[in-house]
């Protein structure tokens, strides 16, 4: 399926979560998938570092309309935008996440490992609509969302559906970058042995 291959998926170490059980037995989960501002690294390649970046204007027109909460990016979901469990809210720090994880007896579990602090991070799943590369930065800015798929609790910020899709973009950059220093050291080297020889 094609929009499956244009999926990304990011985990930051920068989100955490805050836990709340309210009088209405709530078990209420709050924390920030992504945020704004931040530069953070998808990939050392060398000496070079790409990284990327998420525009404070990206969200606007995103289609957040059916977003699910899980865990790990896969299996049960445990809060969704479309029955009123999940919302999503844009504020001056990023995507905040508010979740209603008291609808079935797993998503109180999920909580309960929330609240116990064993899970701690938050990730989230989306496609870009726009973007802009800095060539001599390295530098990846997400101009606009297109959409957005899931958030998800995350045992560890860095997780390998990160990497492939992460790598899958920046395949394209890096081998272009890669091959545009190759030529200017065969170039540098050309240029050093014609001064040796005295051309």
């Known amino acids: ?35 704004f501002g931040d530069e953070y690294v998808l990939w050392d390649e060398g000496d070079v570092q790409y ?45 905040k996440v508010r979740a209603n994880l008291g609808l079935t007896e797993a998503a109180r579990q999920m909580w309960e490992t929330i609240n116990a602090g064993l899970v701690d991070q938050m990730s989230w799943a989306f496609t870009v609509k726009e973007q802009k590369y800095n060539k001599q930065t390295h530098l990846r800015t997400i101009t606009k969302v297109k959409k957005a798929y899931e958030v998800t609790a995350v045992t560890f910020p860095a997780n390998p559906a990160t990497e492939i899709a992460t790598r899958s973009y920046l395949d394209g950059v890096i081998e272009s970058e890669r091959a545009e220093r190759l030529e200017l050291r065969k170039r540098q080297l050309a240029l050093k042995l014609k001064t040796i020889k005295g051309e």
């Open 51 to 95: 990284k990327e970046v998420i525009d404070r204007d990206a969200f606007d027109g995103a289609d957040m309309k059916d977003v699910v909460f899980l865990y790990n990016h896969e299996g049960m979901v445990y809060a969704r935008t479309r029955n009123g469990s999940l919302s999503l809210s844009i504020d001056d720090h990023g995507l």
């Open 1 to 35: 399926m094609a929009i499956k291959s244009e999926r990304e998926y990011r985990s930051i170490s920068l989100t955490e979560f805050r836990t709340e059980k309210t009088e209405d037995n709530e078990y209420i989960v709050e924390g920030y998938a992504t945020t």
